[in-house]
């Protein structure tokens, strides 16, 4: 089996990641998180969340609808503009995106044409029904509450609105696992400042910084990591310039983040203006836009944290904060009615504090491995010592390292931890 390969199957087998629909026969660009999934997401929104809005003063955040008025989508260009370049094969008949022709086994080409990415919806009841679309972007959502969030709010230039949520745009080619889907979540913030070329530029630099700082100080290998300017064939319609941040996957180099500078595209489209209080000037304010894939981030964290120990054991390495459980509890022997009652006293009470889970199944060797695969960085054995002598057994994911702590300062123990 490939990385890949290996990546697809521990996500379903320990409950990542699902195939949707899977029972029919799942369904091209769409994935279900499982329960593991769900909370390495959570997590990673969090720690998103936690960096650009509540470690700031001067951002605020939004939850915006899926499904806007479709007048937004006609000014914001991208009925017209967000489009993908797409050939098709003249001998199978099957279409890809321009840029992956030499992935596929004929060569023989239509010309290129433009195909929309934007989900169509009909809305309604009586016909012909009213056609709306599922946005391509959070973004416009964010632009459009402008005017509303600094009304509503003590925000001054310059300011930051983040919002994190779904995304649905029609690939043409959807693969490489979550990698491009057609239903997404994206963590934005987009940020307001004075029109200057210098002083917007000197944002720009500082958020690819901010931005980058988050994947390493999550543990994301240094080695992996690299910004890609956005070559003019590459650009979106609304970018004046921009920038990725990419991840080495095993299938090669590719976006993970997008850093954009919006220049006043996006106010000017929606008629937007700012006005400062104190001085009565009014003028359209530029957008520095950070614009990361929760799930390429999900993948991406997934595949730098997989290692296979000399023995072919699989050892999750996901950053403590991010793991789904941070402490796994189990009674040394299922099947002692006085240990079990014990682990669950010990189970309970750190769940009042920590994501906890429980296994009591198999030999303490398989929970073990098991709890490394879905890569918890704790598990704690109660044990028939810990009945006398009130303690147990904690052991490090990554050291393997086994210690004896008191169940009373067991708390304090993983918070210091988790810091
Ligand atoms: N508001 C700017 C914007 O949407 P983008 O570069 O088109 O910019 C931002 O998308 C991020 O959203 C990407 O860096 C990627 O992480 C994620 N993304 C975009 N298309 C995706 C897809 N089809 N599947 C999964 N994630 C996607």
């Not at 008025?69 to 503009?81: C, D, F, I, T």
């Not at 949520?165 to 994206?186: I, L, M």
């Not at 000197?202 to 240094?222: A, C, H, P, Q, S």
């Not at 996901?318 to 682990?343: M, Q, R, S």
Request: with cysteine; proline share 4%.
């Amino acid at each position: 089996m490939d990385t890949m390969e290996k990546i697809v199957a521990l996500a379903k087998r320990r409950g990542f990641i699902f195939q949707s629909s899977e029972i029919y026969g799942g369904y091209k660009g769409f994935w279900d998180y499982g329960p593991a999934g769900v909370e390495l997401k959570k997590n990673i929104k969090n720690e998103w969340w936690k960096t650009m809005v509540y470690e700031r003063e001067d951002v605020v955040g939004i939850d915006a609808s899926i499904v806007m008025n479709p007048v937004v989508w006609e000014k914001s260009g991208h009925l017209a503009a967000f489009t993908d370049p797409l050939v098709e094969c003249k001998v199978c008949h099957k279409r890809f995106r321009e840029d992956q022709k030499d992935t596929h086994e004929h060569n023989d080409w239509t010309e290129t044409k433009t195909f929309n990415l934007m989900t169509e919806i009909l809305l309604g009841t009586t016909e012909p029904k009213e056609l709306s679309y599922l946005r391509g972007e959070i973004t416009q959502g964010v632009f459009v509450n402008f005017k509303n969030v600094v009304d509503s709010t003590r925000v001054k230039i310059p300011f930051g609105i983040a919002q994190v949520g779904k995304a649905f745009r029609n690939e043409v080619t959807p693969g490489n696992f979550t990698f491009r889907s057609r239903e997404f979540e994206q963590m934005e913030l987009e940020y307001f400042v004075k029109p200057n070329e210098k002083t917007s530029k000197k944002v720009f630099e500082d958020f690819k910084e901010t931005r980058m700082n988050w994947y390493k100080n999550l543990g994301m290998n240094i080695k992996k990591l690299h910004f890609a300017d956005h070559t003019p064939d590459k650009i979106a319609h609304y970018a004046k310039y921009a920038t990725d941040i990419e991840y080495e996957a095993p299938f090669g180099w590719n976006e993970m983040e997008g850093i954009h500078h919006r220049g006043d595209y996006d106010l000017k489209s929606h008629d937007l203006k700012y006005k400062d209080n104190i001085t009565n000037e009014e003028y359209t304010p530029w957008v520095i836009e950070t614009s990361g894939g929760v799930d390429r981030a999900t993948l991406f964290f997934l595949i730098d944290s997989y290692t296979e120990t000399p023995e072919g054991r699989v050892v999750l390495k996901l950053n403590p904060k991010l793991a789904p459980y941070k402490i796994a509890v189990f009674p040394l022997l299922g099947n002692k009615p006085e240990l079990t009652a014990k682990a669950r006293e010990v189970y309970q009470d750190l769940k009042k504090s920590f994501v906890v889970t429980w296994d009591d199944r198999g030999n303490i060797g398989k929970r073990y491995a098991a709890q490394d695969e879905i890569g918890t960085p704790w598990c704690v054995t109660v044990d028939f010592d810990s009945l006398k002598d009130k303690s147990v057994t904690v052991r490090d994911r990554d050291t393997g390292r086994q210690e004896r702590i008191a169940i009373d300062k067991l708390q304090e123990y993983f918070e210091k931890r988790l810091k």
